[in-house]
């Protein structure tokens, strides 16, 4: 049974920073895509970053990129998100997904992935 669980929300002050983690059970990391996605009150779920299983990553355009960064540890079941210099527009529900990279996937869209976590939730105030 694969589990995603994240940690590390909270609620912070522009400008703050967090570090959310996604422990993983029940499935090789190292031979899944992730991702973190969120979503805002009223707001469909949007990426923010993809890791590929070859270590390459994305960024959901220029909202957060140079601002958070993805990452992964096979060794430890872990993927991560640091997100520095955060802003109110940051806010929402962050979910951690997995998904096996199958041919014609991208990694843009929740389709792509075949497992979630609950989410955890980042506030931040300006």
């Known amino acids: 049974q694969v589990q995603l669980v994240e940690s590390g929300g909270g609620l912070v002050q522009a400008g703050d920073s967090l570090r959310l983690s996604c422990g993983t059970s029940?499935?090789?990391?190292?031979?899944?895509?992730m991702a973190w996605f969120r979503q805002a009150p009223g707001k469909e779920r949007e990426l923010v970053a993809a890791i590929r299983y070859t270590g390459s990553t994305t960024y959901n355009g220029d909202s957060v990129k140079g601002r958070f960064t993805i990452s992964r540890d096979n060794a430890k079941n872990t993927v991560y998100l640091q997100m520095n210099s955060l802003k109110p527009e940051d806010t929402g529900v962050y979910y951690c997904a997995s998904g096996f990279p199958t041919y014609g996937r991208s990694l843009s869209r929740p389709s792509d992935y075949d497992h979630w976590g609950q989410g955890t939730q980042v506030t931040v105030s300006s």
């Open positions: 029940g499935l090789t990391l190292s031979y899944q895509n």
